[in-house]
């Protein structure tokens, strides 16, 4: 596909899907299609948002190679077109990069999310390369994930400015950089979909950007696409309201990693809670007390959430 074409389906809400197992802690693909078509059936559906799969939130580095891409075959084969679906590469080699974008690609895939190789230590130079090598290779859209907390995995503007000559690379997974203002993605956004990943919604939308990413999607979308509609009908104070009306589910996270790490930790607690389980986190990331998931239910009944439906 073409950029400008891919720029119209990676837009809106990206949604971070969990990984359900089941009590062996084997992948349970019928639960991942069955909720597919629940997400589509609450109004995830293209325009307003995107499946993203085997995540860090999805436990996506804890898939093995042969598990990862039947995962993401379910949600693609489940969602019948009706969303953009997407995948993630997690490898720092470009080689073994490029063999799973073609796999994705294959798959029916609209896209990837991709960061800089954090772990070979680029410099900007080495992620240029690496992300034209990509592009160059693939027929689907490139979301770069902006990493900031990693030395190396903070891409510099003029980088992204580079990257607009790369067809394929059309969007940004942006958090707040060290190392310039967060205004200066203005600059970016004739060429790609900003995406934010933090909570600065409104101000992304105020600079041209296109969407958000939301932990939190995949267990009430109906929240997410409150805000979507606040923010694309440029209502952007009420829709940062909304959104931060949410702040203490994400407080909560702090809270869960003192006894257990995990990214998927917090959105299967909050699917959990919200009567939608989708079974424990692979280890070395331990289950959830009874006591987490009751002080969540807590706090999603002090929001205004539905958890009791």
Aim: hydrophobic share 40%; net charge negative; aromatic share 8%.
């Amino acid at each position: 596909m073409q950029r400008e074409e891919l720029k119209k389906l990676i837009r809106g809400i990206i949604v971070a899907t969990p990984t359900p197992f089941n009590n062996n802690l084997e992948i349970d693909y019928g639960k991942m299609a069955d909720m597919t078509k629940w997400w589509i059936s609450k109004g995830l559906v293209k325009s307003k948002a995107v499946i993203k799969c085997v995540s860090l939130m999805g436990e996506g580095p804890q898939l093995t190679q042969n598990e990862w891409p039947l995962l993401l075959k379910s949600v693609i084969n489940a969602a019948e077109g009706k969303v953009p679906v997407i995948g993630c590469i997690h490898s720092t080699d470009t080689k073994k990069s490029i063999t799973d974008a073609l796999i994705a690609q294959d798959l029916g895939a609209t896209g990837l999310q991709v960061s800089a190789p954090l772990f070979n230590d680029p410099n900007q130079d080495d992620i240029l390369r690496y992300f034209e090598a990509l592009s160059n290779a693939i027929e689907i859209g490139i979301m770069v994930y902006q990493t900031p907390w990693n030395k190396y995995g903070e891409i510099m503007p003029e980088t992204f400015k580079k990257m607009a000559d790369f067809e394929h690379v059309m969007a940004i997974k942006w958090c707040q950089a060290n190392s310039f203002e967060y205004k200066e993605m203005k600059q970016l956004a004739p060429d790609f979909n900003i995406l934010e990943n933090g909570s600065n919604i409104s101000e992304c939308y105020k600079l041209g950007g296109q969407g958000f990413l939301d932990e939190q999607a995949t267990a009430y979308p109906e929240f997410d696409l409150k805000v979507l509609s606040l923010m694309e009908n440029g209502k952007f104070d009420e829709g940062q309201a909304l959104w931060d009306s949410a702040q203490p589910i994400r407080d909560f996270y702090t809270k869960l990693v003192i006894r257990s790490g995990g990214q998927a930790r917090l959105k299967k607690a909050v699917m959990e809670a919200m009567n939608m389980p989708m079974g424990h986190m692979r280890p070395p990331s331990l289950p959830h007390s009874n006591e987490e998931i009751i002080e969540l239910r807590q706090i999603l009944h002090r929001i205004g959430w539905p958890v009791d439906k």
